[in-house]
């Protein structure tokens, strides 16, 4: 179990306004910020981060949606930061996900639902390199 995962506040939730509030509920939730930026994926970029989704049939429209606006990629740390941060998102479909989640709470739809979380202590810090290469975090 890794202490790092990574955060993405999405196109969605960054237009609706949304950023403090998520921020407020990860950080409340015990999460320290080791690092964040606001930024503007590139199809290349986004295309790169998402290639693990390349032969399903969402990816497309998952690299569209990823571009389609800034985001806020959050290096986060925390004993058992993966599982604990996608207990904290909840289910994809925030129909599906729990009262007092992120996803419940901001989420549209199950394609624009607000957050991205890192699914495995390995990709969270391929995911944290993708968006801090290079950089110290804190």
Do not use: W
């Amino acid at each position: 179990m890794g202490n790092k995962t990574l955060a993405i506040i999405k196109p969605d939730a960054v237009k609706r306004n949304n950023i403090g509030q998520i921020i407020a509920m990860i950080t409340e939730a015990g999460f320290k910020i080791k690092g964040l930026r606001m930024t503007r994926l590139s199809k290349e970029s986004a295309m790169k981060f998402y290639e693990v989704h390349k032969e399903r049939p969402f990816y497309g429209e998952l690299v569209e949606f990823m571009t389609s606006g800034n985001c806020v990629p959050i290096a986060l740390e925390k004993e058992n930061a993966v599982a604990e941060f996608r207990k904290l998102i909840g289910a994809t479909d925030p129909a599906q996900a729990e009262e007092g989640t992120i996803r419940k709470k901001y989420a549209a739809s199950k394609a624009e639902n607000a957050v991205h979380g890192s699914d495995s202590d390995e990709n969270a810090s391929i995911e944290i390199a993708h968006f801090f290469a290079g950089e110290s975090l804190l």
